[in-house]
């Protein structure tokens, strides 16, 4: 899912700080409204594979306002910038998604424990390095 992200993010060509705060604005969502989605997704239950509906319904809102602001806004104008706003991107994406899949993944207890420590550092100073891709974006004229 990391490397389709990517190369969605890739594709579209989109800034990292649009989508950066895209992704700050699902995990806020996941922590404060999943249990909705999670009533929805308990009919589809059959179809999500080896996630729970609590786990699809996170990872939903997590990824949807980022993909969302994909369809439009800002973009980079050098396959530099798009290679690394898109690597950016996938990593925050899969760092905000770990918690709610952690427990599926067959890993050792101390990692499990590094992971869920640690994601939040990992969160923070991607929504810092999305908001200074904001302020350093440049609106070209067609």
Not at 5 to 11: E, N, P, R
Not at 82 to 106: C, D, K, N, T
Request: glycine share 10%; hydrophobic share 55%.
């Amino acid at each position: 899912m990391i490397i389709a992200l990517f190369l969605l993010a890739f594709i579209s060509g989109r800034r990292f700080g649009l989508l950066g705060l895209g992704i700050a604005a699902g995990v806020l969502l996941a922590g404060q409204t999943a249990v909705w989605l999670e009533e929805v997704l308990q009919v589809f239950k059959q179809y999500l594979g080896g996630i729970s509906p609590a786990q699809g319904a996170a990872i939903l809102l997590v990824l949807v306002p980022s993909l969302v602001l994909m369809l439009s806004g800002p973009k980079y104008h050098s396959p530099k910038g798009r290679f690394f706003g898109a690597l950016l991107y996938a990593v925050m994406a899969g760092f905000a998604i770990l918690p709610f899949v952690v427990s599926q993944l067959e890993i050792p207890d101390d990692v499990k424990n590094l992971i869920t420590t640690s994601h939040i550092s990992v969160l923070s100073v991607g929504i810092i390095i999305a908001v200074l891709d904001n302020f350093v974006t440049r609106h070209y004229k067609k």
